[in-house]
């Protein structure tokens, strides 16, 4: 699902067997290895398929597509070793104790018209793309793999964790994209309990590379396909536009690091605070231009997130506040006269940045109605904005928005192996225009179309509606089915179009 800070309200949404301390603490401690045997978890194995089917004409970004239909096969493991009954503080986690877990997924499937894109991960690599008006749908084989080693010893943990995703995009007609995606991450992190109080204290570092090579080819020997060095907001490279350019790769080595506070185990206040911060500069190479590298951006981010959970007999119910904030700088070579394949470099300038912030108020409540039956609802609302601007050609767009949202969960259990539970959310979107000045373009081109397209979007007031319904029973000794479904609708008043994505899940657990 693309990534809109206008859009949605995010939180971990309450899942069946999670009390609100649980899931404050989740939600606080989710990103720490270190962190992970204190949290609502238990030992289990499970083997999963479903598919998702997005469908979206003229609701996603143009360099997003119109939607996908994607099937998912994955195998996950998750085992707490040495787990015992432990002194008041460490969550039933054992003074010397090991966690580990792994997984392994596969999906595969189509994403339908994609165009202005020539590339992956456009919310990363982005704007600096190789882009063509004609596009198409793209055939997608994604493969992950993670892992995960957490030690507990007295009031210590530690913990190292790591994953990996390899995705090969391609299209069998012209322009023939081939698009390689190598993102690898490796991540520490350590925690330690004030036994006095009860609270955990933990901090987790991480490392990103990642690598993209977007190979674009025609077999058509009339090829009349222009490709375009773009630079954001309807501008492109002139000097590296047309048909020469076909060929482009992106790297970047990122960071993240964050500090955690929570509840050890569930008490009847519960507090929790987090604070987290990610960066990634990309650099865009040319290799039809002898490797040149053309633009860099800087990408940054930053996040906090307070909570706090009072818990009563048969009630419990407490607010959480959260804010991002996000920024992109981009940064252009300037090239003079070539020598055969070469080009000397005689300056720079940093042209293109973008700014999305959010801050966003839930008040979860909480319900026991007999002990089978929990009611939870989660009123929330929330403030965004984002700004894109570019220095030369002068231009600029900007936008604010309201979100707000209502969830509501209802979670039965129906034996001692068995449970249901029922989702429902409703959304409301009222944004605005702030700013728009875009001197300079064209406006019979079709990447202007595709820049008010997007911008439209953007500024649109949004209503949506999501549904989710699960159930597990049991299948033998041992061992659980599980079912899931979730249905999510938005629809952007002022364009005339909507957003349906379908997904349906089944798992095997034992």
Not at 76 to 86: F, W
Not at 270 to 280: L, M, P, T, V, W
Not at 333 to 353: H, P, Q, W
Request: hydrophobic content about 35%; proline content about 4%; glycine content about 12%.
């Amino acid at each position: 699902m693309v990534k809109m800070l206008l859009t949605d309200v995010k939180y971990l949404p309450l899942t069946l067997g999670m009390l609100l301390p649980a899931w404050l603490r989740a939600n606080a401690g989710g990103d720490n290895p270190a962190l992970q045997p204190f949290l609502p978890d238990s030992s289990r194995s499970e083997l999963r398929a479903g598919m998702t089917d997005i469908a979206a004409a003229g609701a996603l970004p143009v360099e997003e597509g119109t939607g996908h239909l994607l099937g998912s096969v994955s195998a996950t493991s998750y085992q707490r070793l040495g787990r015992s009954t432990s002194p008041a503080g460490n969550a039933g986690v054992s003074p010397t104790s090991t966690t580990v877990s792994g997984s392994a997924s596969f999906s595969f499937g189509k994403i339908r018209d994609i165009r202005w894109n020539n590339s992956a991960d456009f919310d990363l690599v982005g704007p600096y793309v190789l882009g063509d008006s004609v596009g198409g749908d793209l055939q997608r084989k994604s493969y992950r793999f993670s892992g995960m080693y957490v030690g507990v010893r007295g009031l210590w943990s530690w913990g190292a964790d790591g994953s990996y995703r390899a995705t090969i995009d391609y299209r069998d007609r012209d322009p023939r994209d081939r698009i390689i995606v190598s993102d690898l991450h490796i991540g520490a992190g350590g925690s330690y309990l004030f036994s006095a109080i009860g609270y955990r204290l933990g901090a987790n570092v991480r490392m990103r590379v990642y690598n993209q090579t977007a190979d674009l080819t025609f077999y058509n020997p009339m090829n009349d396909i222009r490709t375009y060095a773009l630079t954001g907001l309807g501008s492109i490279y002139p000097r590296f536009s047309g048909n020469s350019s076909q060929n482009t790769a992106y790297s970047g080595i990122g960071w993240s690091g964050g500090v955690q506070f929570l509840p050890a185990e569930e008490k009847r206040w519960n507090f929790s605070s987090e604070i987290h911060a990610a960066g990634i500069r990309i650099s865009q190479v040319l290799r039809d231009f002898n490797n040149l590298t053309l633009t860099s951006t800087s990408n940054l981010n930053l996040g906090a997130r307070f909570g706090i959970i009072r818990n009563l007999k048969d009630f419990s119910g407490g607010l959480r506040i959260s804010g991002e904030y996000r920024t992109k700088n981009g940064t252009e070579n300037l090239f003079g006269a070539s020598s055969g394949n070469n080009y000397e470099v005689i300056g720079k300038r940093d042209n293109y940045s973008r700014t999305d912030w959010r801050i966003t108020l839930e008040l979860p409540l909480e319900w026991e109605i007999a002990a089978v039956n929990r009611l939870s609802f989660v009123p929330a609302a929330g403030m965004a904005g984002r700004s894109e601007k570019l220095h030369s050609p002068a231009r600029r767009l900007a936008s604010e928005a309201t979100v707000y949202s209502l969830t509501g969960n209802w979670k039965r259990r129906l034996g001692r192996r068995s449970s249901m539970e029922i989702g429902l959310t409703g959304l409301y979107r009222s944004a605005r225009e702030t700013e728009r000045n875009l001197a300079g373009l064209n406006p019979a081109s079709d990447l202007t179309y595709c820049l008010l397209r997007n911008f439209g979007l953007q500024t649109s007031d949004v209503t949506g509606l999501s549904a989710d319904a699960s159930v597990e029973f049991p299948v033998g000794k041992g061992m659980s089915l599980s079912v899931e479904g979730s249905y999510r609708y938005r629809r952007y008043r002022s364009e005339g179009t909507s957003y349906n994505c379908f997904c349906l899940s089944a798992g095997l657990k034992f």
